[in-house]
């Protein structure tokens, strides 16, 4: 199975169609935390082909959000590495967003929605770098350097 067909990760700048919504989405980032729930997602994107308009318009989405992959992000060697670091984490990264949404249940939110992923409630901006997020998030870094 790839990555079109809904197995591994897909590469920033991909163009993702989400169930339900009708939206297309840029792909932006990956393994993203909900700063406002503490949820984790798959994804973070933005409208396509709008981009980032306003603060607040990202949206937050899991692999099993989407349904249709329009156009696979570029891919450098810096990428693949990037993907690599993606794939070595992911149960990692699965143990904790379990854990993230059983800590919303237990405060008395409504359990995560996957077709919510326009509710303000579930959206995420940052002004961190990619470096600063995964150091803090997963006490890790990442090597970005060509």
Sequence with gaps: MSVLEGEGWLPIGSVVHLNENGHLVMIAGAMQRDENTGRLWDYMGFPYPEGNMKPGESLMFNRSDIDRVYFLGYQSLSGIDFLEFLKKNEAEF?????????????????????DAVNDADYESTTD??????????????????E
């Design 94 to 114: 699965r143990k904790r967003q379990l854990s993230a949404e059983e800590a919303v249940r237990q405060a008395g939110e409504a359990p995560a929605s996957h």
């Design 128 to 145: 961190e770098s990619d470096q600063d997020l995964f150091e803090e998030q997963w006490g890790v870094e990442h090597d970005t350097a």
